[in-house]
C-alpha cells in the first residue's frame, strides 16, 4: 500500500509541475514547441525514475540519474550488519522507486566507488524514515561531512520487510554481489563503445 501512495503522489507531483510549466508558456509568451516538448520530455524522465525504470531514465537523460549531498550521521546500524553505509536525504530531489539500486558514488576528491544503496524508509526498522543509503564497495574511510554524487545505475529489486537482522543480511550479500556483476558488466560495454 505504501509502494502504491508513494507512486501516487510522485505522479501528482510529476503531473503539477509539467501543468506549472506549460502554463507558465501559456501566460508569458515564447511558448515554443520546442520549450513544451522539453518539458514533457522532463515529466517522461521523472514518470521513468517514478517506476524505478533506471535504463529508460540513463537513455532520456543522457546519464545515469544521480543525487548528491553531503554525508550525514546515521544511527550506524549498516556498520553493525557488515554494511556501513553513506547516508544522504534527498532533499527536493525527484524521487526514483523505494528500492535497492546498484550505485557509482563520486566523492568530493573525484574518485569513484562503485556500491550498493537502498532508497526507502527501511521498513525493518523504526522509526519509517525516508533515506538514502549507499555501501561502498571495498571503501574503508571516514566520509561524514563529504559531498558526494550517487548515481543510479540498475534497480535490484524492490525495498522490502524482513522478519529479522539474519535474513535482512542474506539478502544484502545477494544484492552486493548483483550490484557488482552489473557494475562489472556495464563498465565493461561502457569501455568497448
Not at 505504501?2 to 506549460?22: Q, V
Not at 521498513?123 to 533515506?131: G, Q, S, Y
Request: glycine share 10%.
Amino acid at each position: 500500500m505504501n509502494d502504491l501512495l508513494h507512486r501516487a503522489s510522485g505522479y501528482l507531483l510529476l503531473h503539477a509541475r509539467l501543468l506549472d510549466r506549460l502554463r507558465f508558456e501559456a501566460l508569458f509568451g515564447g511558448g515554443s514547441r520546442a520549450r513544451v516538448l522539453d518539458a514533457l520530455r522532463g515529466a517522461h524522465e521523472a514518470e521513468a525514475l517514478v517506476a524505478g525504470d533506471t535504463g529508460k531514465a540513463t537513455h532520456m537523460l543522457s546519464r545515469d540519474f544521480a543525487v548528491e549531498g553531503v554525508v550525514q550521521n546515521g544511527d550506524r546500524r549498516g556498520r553493525e550488519l557488515g554494511y556501513p553505509t553513506a547516508n544522504l536525504t534527498l532533499g527536493d530531489y525527484q524521487r526514483p522507486k523505494y528500492g535497492i539500486y546498484a550505485v557509482r558514488v563520486t566523492l568530493d576528491d573525484g574518485s569513484e566507488v562503485p556500491g550498493v544503496a537502498s532508497f526507502g524508509v527501511r521498513p525493518t526498522f523504526e522509526p519509517a524514515v525516508e533515506l538514502l543509503e549507499a555501501h561502498l564497495f571495498d571503501f574503508d574511510g571516514d566520509l561524514y561531512g563529504r559531498h558526494i554524487e550517487v548515481e543510479f545505475v540498475a534497480k535490484l529489486r524492490d525495498e522490502e520487510k524482513f522478519d529479522d537482522l539474519g535474513a535482512l543480511v542474506v539478502q544484502m550479500h545477494r544484492d552486493a554481489a548483483e550490484a557488482r556483476e552489473i557494475l562489472a558488466a556495464s563498465r565493461t560495454a561502457g569501455a568497448a563503445a
